[in-house]
C-alpha cells in the first residue's frame, strides 16, 4: 500500500478535495415515509460493485417539499455519489436520468467544481478511477469500524486522483465505454439464451402461453376463493398462468417429490468445519450452488438441512427470483439453510431430474411460487403451497429433450458471462498500467 501510494505521489496528482465543489452527507428524512413516487432517493444498494447505478426492485421517493429542505443533496449531472455504509467505497456518477434525485445518509455527494467538468478532468475518468482496484485500494485505507464499517467526509477529500492531460483522459474513457459496451453485450446475449428457454418449454410440452393481463383492478368470484383471500392471489396475470397448466394436465408438486427432512445436529458434527449452503450461495441466473466452510462454533442457527448428491434445493424466501439448484457430487454433505426445501424423492420413472430442475426454474413455475408466496418486502412460500405447484409431465423423451437443450443454453451462457468477465477484468487492468506506467 505505501508504495503504490508513493507511486502515485511522485506522479502529477490532485486530491479529491480540490477537484470538489461540495462533499456533504446527511440528508435526514427521520420522522418522514417515504412514497410510492416523488422524488427518486439515491442509495448505496442503488450502485453495484462496478460504479453503475441500477435501479432496486423496491425504490424509494420522497415528496417535493421534503426534496426542497435539503439542497445540498440535490444531484445534478456529473455529481459523484459514494456509498458510506454497507458496502463502504461504491462510486456512482450522476446521469442526466438521475439529475434532479436525491440521495439518504448511508451516501456522501461530491459536487466537481466547473474546472473539472470536460476542462482539467474528465467526470467518467475520476469516475473509473475511484472504482478502479487502485482507486478502491485509496478509498479502502480510510474505512473504518468494526461490525459496522464506515467512512467520513473530510477523509475522502483526501484520495489522489492522478493527472493526465486531458486528450489521454477521453482516450482512456473511451477504451473502458468500448471494453463496458462489449462486456454488456456479452451478458444481454447470455440472458436472452435463458429467457428463450420459456418459450422453447412452453411449446415442447405443447402449451401456449396465456395473453398478457397486467389488471390490477379486477373482480373474483366467491366459487374461485375457497381457501385463499389475499387478493394477490388472484391476480389476473397469475391465476390464468395457474388455468393454463391444469387444462394442460400438469400434475402438483407434491404428488412427484417428497420432501427431506434430514436435520443436521452441529453437536453430532466431527469436525471443526463443515461446508454451508446459504441463499445467497445460488446463483439465480444459472441455478448453480457454492458452500463456505464455516467453523461449526459459528454455525448459523438456520444451517441445519443435510444435503445429497441429486437433491434439488429450493429457496423459500423471493422463491420467484429462481434460487434453485441441483446438488452435485462435489456438494454433498453440505449443509443448506432452513430457508431452503430439499426435494429428495423424485419419482424416477416418470419425473427426469434435469428436467424437473429446468421447469421449477421455468417461468411457469416462479410465477406460481410468487402466487402462493406471502409477505411485503420478503414474499415467502411455505413447503405445503410449494407442494401446490403445478408442473406439465410429459413423455421421458420430451422431458430428456427439454432438459438437453437447457443444459446448452445454459452451458452456453455460462461461457458468455466467464469471456465477458475475463475481457473487463483484463481492460480494468490495462486501465490501472496506464495510471502507473505498469507497475502495481
Known sequence: MRAIVARLSAQPHETLGALAELCYRYPTFYGFDYQASGVLVLKGENINREGELVDVE?????????????????????????SVRGEVGKVGLISPRLAGSNINANTIRVALKERVKGKDYEPRFIWLYLNSDLGQLLIGQFIAGGVQETITAPELLEVMIPKLPHARQVKLVAAMDAARAERRAKLVEADALLAGLDGFLLATVGLTAPPKDNRKVYAARRADVPARFDPHFHLPALAQNTRMLTAGGAEPLGSLVSFSDEIWKPAKHEKPTFRYIEISNVNPNTGEACAEEVPVVEAPSRARMAVQTNDIIVSLTRPHHGSIAQITSDLNGCIASTGFSVLRGIEGSRLNREYLWCVLRSKMCLLQMLQRASGGNYPAITERELAKVLLPVPKPAVQETIATEACRRREAARRLRAEAETDWQAAKQWFEEQLLGGVL
Open 58 to 82: 423496491e425504490p424509494s421517493f420522497i415528496s417535493e417539499e421534503i426534496h426542497a429542505r435539503f439542497p445540498l443533496t440535490h444531484l445534478e449531472l456529473d455529481d459523484l455519489i459514494i
